[in-house]
């Protein structure tokens, strides 16, 4: 089956990209984002593609190439950014609209990672043509480029090596928002340090890190198993109301238990 996303790891083999700090360099980093939603999609039963699976060179026609003869209606381009600034930035075709770079923006900001611009170049003496060979050589296909943050400076650098998975996360969101595709959060949720949300990106901060904390507060003592089972119910989307994370062993009443169950019922529906 044609693929209707393919994901473009920027750079690769001899080019390292111009994202490098000290704590990764672009063309890892990128790798690891378009692998990661690579395996995303596939839980997602999106058909997906990628232009490398592992650090090779491609070469700006062979990536174009592949993008163009994928099939895919979306391409996806994972960057780094460098050269100072501060946040992401999301780039797409003069021929598409900012639809998808808004979703993408905005949900990378729910992760914590502020959006400085999304924008369209065209070349200096052709405005019909895209300034980006990724906008401007894949064919129909929509493809936008998204620089993450930036590796040069360090808050960006920061956020990236320690939320890379929540930030390729959101992007996968955005995507299913845009093309009205079903969206579920990770079945084994990405580690979150904090911002974080592998709830359906409310950017509710992680309650395990509040107040309330279980396992160091009040003197309670729930064992891991069971937060971890609590916890799972509200990755899920079952439970919402955090006052019952911090009470392991307190039962809950029947409408409670019974708006879990209808909310699984809805979930495992076809
Ligand atoms: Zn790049």
Sequence with gaps: MAPIVIVDAGHGGIDPGGGNSAQFTEKA?????SLYQYRRFQELQIPVALTRSSDVTLQSEDRTALVRNSGARYCICNHINSGGGRGSEVIYSIYSSAAFPRLIADEL??????????????????????????????????????????????????????????????????FCEYTNLTYQPPKTAPPSTGGGSNNGGNGNANPRNGSGNPSTGGGSDVPDWKQE??????????????????????????????????????????
Excluded at 231 to 256: K, V
């Design 29 to 33: 980093m990128t790798l690891n984002i």
């Design 109 to 174: 900001e729910a992760e914590g990672m502020p959006n400085r611009r999304i924008f369209t170049r065209t070349l200096p003496n052709n405005s019909k043509q895209d300034y980006y060979y990724m906008n401007r050589e894949t064919g129909s296909v929509e493809t936008v480029i998204i620089e993450y943050g930036f590796a040069d400076t360090p808050l960006d650098a920061d956020k990236l090596a320690k939320d890379w998975q929540t930030l390729a996360e959101a992007v996968i969101r955005a």
């Design 229 to 270: 089972a609590i916890d799972w119910m509200f990755d899920q989307g079952l439970l919402t109301n955090e006052d019952w994370r911090n009470q392991a062993d307190t039962s809950l009443p029947l409408w409670a238990e019974a708006v879990i169950l209808k909310r699984l019922y809805e979930k495992l529906k076809p």
